[in-house]
């Protein structure tokens, strides 16, 4: 059996006055969204999404159709606002959210948060990007480099939106022990490369020293967006001192 330990941080970074990002977390969901709409109608956006989180049933059984529910739930919330209001037709949010089961990880995921998953002291992206310049990566007419430097990177395909009706990634994501996850919002993935964050993820047991390390990361490269971590590692139930290998001093 395992048990989870977390930590959370956002910044506004450099640039913006606001932050449109939201976080959720408790013992068992994780979620980061990034509010987009321009204004304050982001932030309306992604704190929409995180009301709707903290009414989830945890304990449901179909933990994959309970966060597909939760996503529909914010499209309608968003729709109806934006019908009362029209300057707010235009406000949506990103979403991606782990909620554990007591076994594994029920992940649902749309836009262009990130998720990433340190095992082995090896970092992956267990999420795939709802956007255009991915979509042409998948179909093999950009490379990935030529990607993370596009102007256009953060063109979403798929998001929650006013008026729009986008369906998540839903999966589930088998854990083992020493698993470090990052939730993060595209403030830290646009200008932190893969191999940055992997390098931050493994350099300190510590959570909340690794997130404002990653925070401050992305400051340092001008922090042009809201930057949010929520990282969540996986230890042996009853043991919260518990460290892998890969992270011993």
Do not use: K
Request: charged letters at 25%; a negative charge.
């Amino acid at each position: 059996m395992y048990a989870l330990r977390h930590a959370v941080g956002t910044d506004p970074g450099q640039r913006r006055e606001a932050n449109e990002d939201s976080v959720f977390f408790s013992e068992r969901l994780y979620a980061v969204a990034d509010g987009m709409g321009g204004h304050a109608y982001g932030e309306v956006a992604s704190s929409i999404a995180v009301a709707v989180l903290a009414e989830l049933d945890v304990d449901a059984d179909d933990p994959l159709s309970a966060l597909a529910g939760a996503t529909r739930e914010i499209a309608v919330r968003l729709t109806d606002l934006a019908e009362e209001n029209f300057d707010m037709r235009g406000m949506g949010t990103t979403l991606t959210a782990l909620l554990w089961d007591g076994e594994r990880f029920a992940v649902g995921h749309i836009g262009d948060s990130r998720c990433y998953l340190v095992r082995d002291g090896e970092l992956t992206q267990i999420t795939r990007d709802h956007t255009m310049v991915q979509a042409l990566v998948d179909e093999g007419r950009m490379a990935a480099e030529q990607a993370a430097e596009h102007p256009g990177r953060s063109m979403l395909m798929r998001a929650l939106q006013a008026g729009s009706a986008h369906d998540p990634d839903l999966f589930f994501q088998d854990v083992e022990a020493g698993d470090r996850y990052l939730i993060c919002s595209d403030g830290l993935s646009d200008v932190v490369t893969a191999e940055e964050i992997a390098e931050l993820l493994t350099a300190d047991p510590d959570g909340d020293q690794t997130v404002r390390a990653l925070i401050a990361a992305a400051n340092a490269r001008g922090g042009p967006d809201n930057i949010t971590c929520v990282l969540v590692d996986v230890v042996p139930a009853g043991n919260a001192s518990w460290l892998p290998t890969w992270l011993q001093p």
